[in-house]
């Protein structure tokens, strides 16, 4: 029975992982401290044999007796990492330390067990990309000392690090870099552009999009995303990869979508100031690279469809 | 009497600056675990009353007992990290560490301290910089995966750590972006461009020129830099600030003339293939802003010159 640990495995995409892994018959350890995680996303795993919850921040190094008891680990997946834009103003050093401290604490459990590696990285670290669509071997456009560095320089720091655990022990690294992904389990107030729009239609509030509202993103359903990781994770492919739906939108364009989402709503579009001036503009993935290495994967979730999954997840959350 | 606690303090950069505090009547604790840095090059300042000396990793933490030894401190200087490309295969994860745990734990002495912190950063955070000279509001181009990302995006972390504690906690921050620094007291065998110029010119042994010898580097002596860097240190700049001679030779020129600086040696320049695929091919700092906050500051030593005194410490150490 494979073993699979999964970092932030009470968080959004790590608790769809945890719940993939254990569909598909092997061994799940979750560890999270519930920062940004959620024990309720998870609940519903409890009962299972194969299925671990372990409180534990893995910014602080595993015990022994901790190691003793996961037993032997076969694949290490590092999930554990807030994400927002508002968790980069509230929690920032905790998020360093969780991707520094905590991607080398999870690399040695990888290191000591002979285990696939896979890290969780993102299209931050191509920051205001001046590349577009963005190819994985594009370097990037990040401020180092902007609002926004706590999280991009952090995840750009845990693909280094990855890297030299790889070139110096021969840890099976695999990169996956995560653009805009949205479905249940996702926090409502976490910020970011779809919760936002999703709960001010779901409440009929005015929907605000910051700027002009042509800046573009690119929004993944979290189950074509979590199909393209765990691909990922059963290949050797030691090469950063994107993962992402490269159908993109303007924040305005995509109001609109969720405006015709929720029927009968009563919101109606606000525009407000950019928040953070180093916003990316636009953002898209090139996922060539998937296509090739994951036997074709790509997103097969339709925006309107993945947009009523989610939307009936919120409401229960509202 | 002012305190200033300089990590790496047994190093190349960090050696002088314990010596110019000294004269300039500081008390001075030196910090280093003499992984690159080396006991002889601060054995002159050992008799001073107001100097000492610490043998820590600080990528440990301090222990309480450590701070209460060192008391009162009113500038935090954290220049302990091994700097040069062989360091960058041999001791990875040391270089990784020390620019992050170490940048907290420093970080931390400053915050508790209400003290000036300055960081060493450098001018491999822009990578292979597509905007010549680089100003500091140029982002880089760093590979997050090559040979050299375990320092160049360590160093780009350590800057974002910076910015987290100035705006989390309003810790009085520096940043100095290093550019290409030489003189006595780097190691010969460094591996860096300069100690293997004048070690081949003195031994008689071919000069080797990687690539086609087209690629550019700016060097600074030691002296002017670190007048630099204590006038950043004395100023309240928080924005990053290149420090460097903006005089470019390409490495061939430069091969010519540690080869005349070196009368009747033997040697000889001889091609050999580029090591790293990543190395920058240019390399040249705007210092507009450091004229501007650092009350005229610029190099006044000539290559030549500097050239002659390192040559001179060199030849005591074949």
Chains 1, 2 share one sequence.
């Not at 769809?16 to 795993?45: K, M, S, W």
């Not at 696939?116 to 000392?145: C, K």
């Not at 996702?186 to 239609?201: E, S, T």
């Not at 910051?210 to 995303?225: A, E, H, I």
Request: glycine share 8%; hydrophobic share 35%.
């Amino acid at each position: 029975m494979k073993h699979v640990l999964i970092t932030g495995g009470a968080g959004f995409i790590g608790s769809h992982l945890c719940e993939r892994y254990l569909e598909q018959g092997c061994r799940v350890t979750a560890i999270d401290n519930f920062v940004t995680g959620r024990p309720e996303n998870v609940a519903h795993l409890k009962g299972e044999k194969a299925f671990r919850l372990v409180e534990h921040d893995v910014s602080t190094p595993f015990t022994p007796s901790m190691e003793k008891e996961f037993g032997k680990v076969d694949v290490v997946m590092h999930f554990a990492c807030p994400a927002s834009p508002i968790d980069f103003e509230r929690i920032p050093l905790e998020i360093m330390k969780v991707d520094s401290y905590g991607t080398f604490h999870t690399l040695e459990v990888a290191r000591a067990n002979k285990a696939r590696f896979v890290i969780a990285s993102t299209s931050e670290i191509y920051g205001d990309p001046l590349v577009h669509p963005q190819t994985e071997d594009y370097w990037g456009n990040v401020n180092t000392t902007g609002k926004r560095s706590c999280y991009d320089e952090t995840k750009r720091f845990s693909e280094a690090s990855a890297t030299v655990y790889r070139n110096k022990w021969g840890v099976n690294t695999g990169i996956v870099r995560i653009f805009n992904t949205y479905g249940p389990r996702m926090r409502l107030d976490d910020g970011r552009v779809v919760p936002n729009f999703c709960g001010q239609a779901l409440r009929g509030q005015p929907i605000t999009v910051y700027g002009t509202g042509q800046q573009t993103r690119s929004f993944c359903f979290v189950d074509d995303l979590v199909e393209g990781i765990m691909r990922l994770t059963a290949s050797d492919c030691n090469d950063p990869v994107n993962i992402g739906n490269p159908d993109e939108y303007t924040m305005l364009e995509f109001a609109k979508v969720v405006l015709k989402a929720v029927p009968g709503t009563k919101s109606e579009i606000v525009y407000k100031p950019l928040l953070h001036h180093d916003d990316p503009k636009q953002r898209k993935p090139d996922i060539t690279r998937a296509r090739k290495v994951l036997n074709g994967w790509e997103p097969k979730v339709s925006l309107a469809e993945g947009l009523g999954r989610t939307l009936e997840y919120f409401r229960t959350k509202l």
